[in-house]
């Protein structure tokens, strides 16, 4: 079983264009977080949900929607895409204070 | 603010010893982990340090000084599975900043 899945692994789409990847966790955990990854392989927080709500939201633009239906899933809508997107988003799980499991990642391209 | 730093790279002969270190000034800590990333792949847990100290796990180790805000991870006995990222991850409050990663390459 995996603990922490989201779907799809690649995506690419075009400049302009709405995208959502979707996040599963099956571990009981209180938290969920997105992470983005660039090219030069940093590691930056995006926002983070606890028991569906949100407490962290970082400078990211508001074109990026998080929406937490329930405290295992936590889903990243992004419109009107742009190059800059272009990035592997990681979806992750843990308990507070506690070490991150990170899903295998969605490669995004914008075209 | 935070401010975690960390050798971009690092190269090392199999069978040998590696330190990789991490330094950080962060407003708040709750705690510090490290992280491996094979290329392509997620981030897995390594180890994690909240007091000072060694903390040993197989060939694994990693050191925490809080007052020095520095912290390092050895790895033992080499193997060539070993070349990947190394993260360092300062946790605040809940969140977790990371550094840059320390690319690792094993040679035979």
């Known amino acids: 079983d995996t603990a922490v899945s989201q779907t799809p692994k690649y995506l690419v789409t075009q400049m302009g264009n709405d995208k959502s990847i979707k996040c599963e966790q099956n571990?009981?955990?209180?938290?969920m977080y997105w992470y983005k990854q660039d090219s030069k392989k940093f590691l930056k927080i995006m926002f983070s949900?606890?028991?569906?709500?949100?407490?962290i939201n970082e400078t990211v633009p508001n074109r990026f929607s998080p929406k937490s239906p329930d405290k295992a899933h936590l889903n990243l809508h992004i419109n009107s895409l742009e190059l800059g997107d272009s990035a592997v988003y990681f979806c992750a799980s843990s308990q507070p204070q506690e070490k991150l499991f990170f899903g295998s990642g969605t490669q995004l391209s914008v075209l | 603010g935070q401010n975690i730093d960390q050798p971009t790279e690092m190269t090392a002969t199999e069978g040998a010893i590696v330190q990789i270190n991490c330094t950080y000034q962060t407003s708040g800590f709750n705690g510090l982990f490290w992280y491996q990333q094979h290329a392509g792949e997620a981030p897995t847990f390594l180890s994690y340090n909240v007091l000072d100290g060694l903390e040993e796990k197989g060939r694994f180790s990693s050191f925490l000084s809080r007052s020095k805000g520095y912290s390092y991870l050895l790895l033992k006995e080499l193997q060539m599975k070993d070349s990947a990222s190394y993260l360092c991850a300062v946790v605040n409050a809940g969140k977790s900043t990371f550094g840059d990663g320390t690319t690792l390459t094993v040679k035979p």
């Open positions: 571990l009981g955990h209180d938290t």
């Open positions: 949900y606890n028991n569906k709500e949100l407490i």
